[in-house]
């Protein structure tokens, strides 16, 4: 499940880069 | 734990919040003088995380369970908390004001020490009172530590199979022997929570940079085992145990549809009873509550 794990990284990324941002 | 804490950036004050829950609080409690006793502690902040707390178990346990994916899709879970942390990493680190090789000195610090929790091994420990007590007051110090979980401290100790047996008990007709062997656990936790918060608050006000460089260093060493891509070994423990009829509906159908055993908890047929009653239709069969429990994991490259 090499996808799942790289996708749930990308979320994870996105959410704190996110809330960083705001 | 204190992870989240971190990351978001309310580590300073959380731990001043509980802090202020003192015996000041606990004496104007018991005295019924509310007002003051409110007027003393960080109610309002507490609330809102309790809240918030509350909501999110809520959430994540009924509407989207964490603890079910946690098992049957772990690559996307430990992925998510896995880029959730790096990103936090990087901006906590960016947030420390003029980064020194001293900051880096602590960081590298905390990555050890953070490091070398993560990756101890299971040891056999003793059930005394004495004991249960300080596992009660270790695991609450791992719990508002960044990226070292309380549980996980539990299953160091080798006591999260027995607490979770004594929970058990809560609510059956061994209540009041749980509840004895509960006891030194949370006595443990409150010492363990009242003297930790009052040690990190200290070195928060004194040594603010220094400390937080070393928790940062903390989330660094568990980035090891929140990795995605792990060869993960559990253990199983039983924390029910149900005598049912060999020949019975609820055994025919587990025999008919086995229980899928990559979730948290399942129930499956343990032992026969009586092996020897003459009739099937004597027999009686174990209906047991299995909860599984990551013990070790090894991180490879995909």
Redesign the interface.
Known sequence: ??G??????????????G??FL | GGTMALIVGIYSRLIHAIKSFDTRFVKDLVTFRFSSALSGVHWRFMTVLLAGIFSAILFFTKIVPLQVYMFTDPELIYGLFFGLIVGSIVILLKALDSFGWWHAFYVLLGTLIGFWVVTLVPADTSESPLFVFLSGSIAICAMVLPGISGSYILLILRKYDYILSQVGKLGTVETAEGLLMILPFVLGAITGLALFTRLLSWLLDHYYVQTIAVLIGFLIGSLYVIWPYQDRSYEEFITETEVIEYTGERAMELRENPPETNLPTYRRLGEVVNPNATFDELKQIELVTVKKKLVKSDPFIP
């Open positions: 499940h090499f799942h794990g790289l996708i749930g990284m990308l979320i994870g990324l996105v959410m704190v880069i809330l960083d």
